[in-house]
């Protein structure tokens, strides 16, 4: 499966509460059903990239497209 390169912007915790995190990753995903946004934590952000480089044959490829205009 091919895929597009999306980004990934670091944002401030608006109203942060107690534990909650200064800052956030926030990224707006698409899927069959739609739009929707995540954020993630620095730790959550390493636990996928970790888990990415252990699983390498479950990353999606670039498509052509995202080598022409990303």
């Known amino acids: 499966m091919k895929a597009r390169i999306g980004n990934i912007k670091k944002v401030e915790n608006q109203k942060r509460k107690n534990a909650e995190s200064l800052t956030y990753y926030s990224v ?4 069959e059903s739609g ?36």
């Open 35 to 70: 739009f929707s946004n995540f954020i993630f934590t620095e730790a959550e952000m390493k636990v996928a990239y970790d888990r990415a480089n252990r699983n390498p044959e479950d990353v999606l490829d670039r498509s052509i497209i995202s080598y022409l205009l990303d």
């Open 28 to 31: 707006i995903m698409k899927d």
